[in-house]
């Protein structure tokens, strides 16, 4: 694997990274992003410990974001976490959090009886004990995970062709999402494909160390897309963290054959179709859609530099009336806020945007990421909904 050389000393020590750190903002357990990052990335070649705090980092790119001389701040602490862990035991927790997707494909077969056990208060009481929060609701598996119900579904063919990039969560969890897309692209006269053989992104792997086994996934995944995105088709995600992982972390932390490319041909769904709109391309034929919404921007689609095709998108919707929270980060990072000593911190993070839901009292909350959803909805109550799956309603007339 490639030995990266990012240059600590780019940093000019302007803090704007600390000011817009929310994990710094809501515990003194992390020292920030300038110190873990490239302050102590300077010492990290010797002896001394210099990653106490290094695991309260959440990977959620804000430091990224904010950082006026481009350093790659969070990629230095998840570099420096791989190396942390390779003379560190790993802990039964933090193997469950990054191998999600290999529980899943044990439960998700058995969803009823899975998704009971998971409920049981016995069960929680066990995997609290493991580290795992009793205060938030693992998400539940679907009866029928996205592939086996996209593999039932006669689509029509078309000549233009797009490559759908899963991901885990909406395979296991939110197949409807998964759905809805494949709706929208046949209602714009895309064809999707979803090739065999792909894996899990990576991104959980990442953000536990598991850095070795995620360039493996990676590996994986440009094998089973290398045939259409050389041929020119567009990699669809529905998930900002996977489309980050695909578009940008590949490079910053491996050394891939055709790596560059995968990520020039990597869309998140929303920016696609506002792309096919600037073509002339977009069905614009939507139907109101009735309902009061209020939309969340996830930290990992903003670190992608591409706006909020989303809002952009559903903006079309004719009488559509959407607000943006713009009130910060969710907390939830993947699955940080799943764990009992970051439960809590999470939850600090996530206050200023729940309160601006809670004041709202919208009719459901929309955001691109799964996490996201996952947290907004159980810290307020409101139900939360996918943007592509208003998009199907619009074009629907539902």
């Not at 439960?107 to 929060?133: D, W």
């Not at 792909?198 to 850095?211: A, E, H, I, R, T």
């Not at 990992?300 to 989303?310: D, E, F």
């Amino acid at each position: 694997m490639k030995k990266h050389h990012y240059n600590p000393d780019s940093c000019i020590a302007c803090t704007s990274c600390v000011a817009y750190c929310p994990v710094s903002a809501a515990t003194r357990k992390f020292a920030g992003p300038k110190m873990m990052g490239p302050a102590l990335e300077r010492f990290r070649g010797g002896e001394t410990n210099t990653d106490f705090s290094l695991d309260y980092c959440a990977n959620c790119k804000n430091c990224d974001i904010s950082c006026p001389s481009g350093v790659p701040i969070s990629t230095l602490n998840m570099l420096a976490r791989a190396k942390q862990y390779k003379n560190k035991r790993r802990s039964l927790l933090d193997w469950m959090m990054s191998h999600s997707d290999l529980m899943s494909k044990l439960a998700s077969p058995i969803a009823a009886l899975s998704n009971f056990g998971m409920a049981n208060p016995l069960t929680k009481m066990i995997l609290k004990q493991v580290g795992i929060t009793d205060k938030m609701s693992l998400p539940k598996y679907a009866s029928k995970t996205f592939l086996q119900q996209f593999r039932a579904f006669k689509q029509q063919s078309f000549p233009d062709k797009v490559v759908f990039f899963s991901g885990c969560f909406i395979n296991y969890y939110a197949p409807e999402v998964g759905m809805d897309l494949v709706a929208v692209m046949q209602r714009n006269k895309r064809e999707v494909i979803v090739p065999e053989g792909l894996d899990c992104c990576g991104s959980p792997l990442v953000g536990k160390g598991y850095l070795d086994e995620a360039v493996e996934k990676a590996r994986t995944n440009i094998a089973a897309l290398k045939h259409w995105f050389e041929q020119g088709i567009p990699v669809l995600t529905c998930c900002t963290s996977c489309g980050l992982m695909l578009k940008m972390e590949i490079q910053e932390m491996m050394d891939l054959e055709l790596m560059e490319q995968l990520a020039a041909y990597t869309y998140d769904a929303s920016e696609y179709l506002l792309e096919l709109h600037a073509q002339g391309k977009l069905s614009t034929e939507f139907a109101p859609v009735a309902g009061c919404y209020i939309y969340h921007t996830p930290c990992h689609l903003r670190a992608q530099g591409i706006g909020k095709p989303s809002l952009e998108l559903l903006s079309m919707i004719p009488g559509f009336q959407i607000e943006d929270a713009d009130a910060g980060c969710c907390g939830q990072s993947g699955t940080y806020g799943f764990e009992v000593a970051k439960h809590d911190i999470a939850m600090a993070v996530a206050e200023p945007v729940l309160k601006r839901i809670r004041e709202f009292q919208p009719d459901f909350i929309v955001s691109d990421c799964s996490g996201c959803r996952l947290q907004l909805s159980q810290g307020t109550g409101f139900p939360a909904l996918h943007p592509l799956t208003l998009l199907r309603r619009a074009y629907e007339g539902k």
